[in-house]
């Protein structure tokens, strides 16, 4: 059945580096995906709404130079954690709305752990 | 979106019912009531949606009150694999394109052997 897959699960990086992160949708397309970060102990909150063949839409408070969102065909969306620091470090979660939903059904990607040295 | 009230926490024995409330008392008429569970370190999962009928599928069922300022999620025979949190999502029904979320704190279901 669809799923949502994410890539890698999880990553460990150093201060400074990049960090991207994959997110497929599987025996489906997605025109939108939508990116979280989670805290441990926490709520997911939403960090930005990825688009197909346009810019991504971010959340008040969420670097778009940092978080660098590129959504470029109908089933992959990638965020790239530019420059990484210790902070940064959350649990990244992808969704995308089910094909034969409303909108507001969705699946989501089973996430990606990323901390930073 | 309405806000959602839901008790941060409760436990439940294994094989019983697990019934999870939520309050919307701020529901406006065309926002659905949306119910989404996430495994520890796991993606969160779609459960269920109603809009002001009792609806049921294979995973639960949701029981809307007549003024729709309340809900609840019903596991019928609560597993230990159905220890998460549950959150409850008041949105208006979207289009094609797909909304974005907007996550509470949830409650954290305990189910005990």
């Known amino acids: 059945g669809a799923v949502v897959s994410q890539h890698p699960s999880w990553v460990i990086c150093k201060s400074g580096t990049s960090v991207k992160i994959e997110c497929r949708s599987l025996d489906f397309q997605a025109t939108t995906m939508f990116w979280y970060r989670q805290f441990p102990k926490q709520s997911l909150m939403l960090m930005a709404t990825?688009?197909?063949?346009?810019?991504?839409?971010?959340e008040q408070g969420v670097e778009k130079d940092k978080f660098l969102i590129n959504h470029a065909s109908l089933t992959l969306s990638t965020l790239t954690v530019t420059s990484a620091h210790p902070e940064d470090s959350s649990f990244y979660i992808c969704?995308?709305?089910?094909?034969?939903?409303?909108?507001?059904?969705?699946?989501f990607g089973p996430g990606t752990r990323l901390t930073v040295t | 979106d309405a806000k959602t009230t839901q008790p941060p926490s409760m436990d439940c024995a294994e094989g019983r019912a697990a019934n999870l409330p939520c309050n919307h008392s701020?529901?406006?008429?065309?926002?659905?009531v949306y119910w989404y569970r996430q495994i520890h370190s796991q993606g969160p999962q779609y459960i269920i949606h109603?809009?002001?009928n009792n609806e049921t599928n294979e995973m639960a069922s949701l029981i809307i009150t007549e003024d729709r300022k309340s809900s609840t999620l019903i596991l019928p025979h609560a597993t230990l694999r159905d220890t998460a949190v549950y959150y409850c999502?008041?949105?208006?029904?979207?289009?094609?394109?797909?909304?974005?979320?907007?996550f509470g704190g949830g409650t954290r279901l305990m189910v005990k052997p």
């Open positions: 999502i008041v949105r208006v029904g979207g289009g094609n394109a797909g909304n974005m979320l907007t």
């Open positions: 701020t529901i406006s008429g065309n926002e659905y």
């Open positions: 969704s995308a709305p089910m094909p034969s939903g409303s909108g507001n059904e969705q699946y």
């Open positions: 990825s688009n197909e063949g346009s810019k991504a839409t971010y």
């Open positions: 109603g809009l002001k």
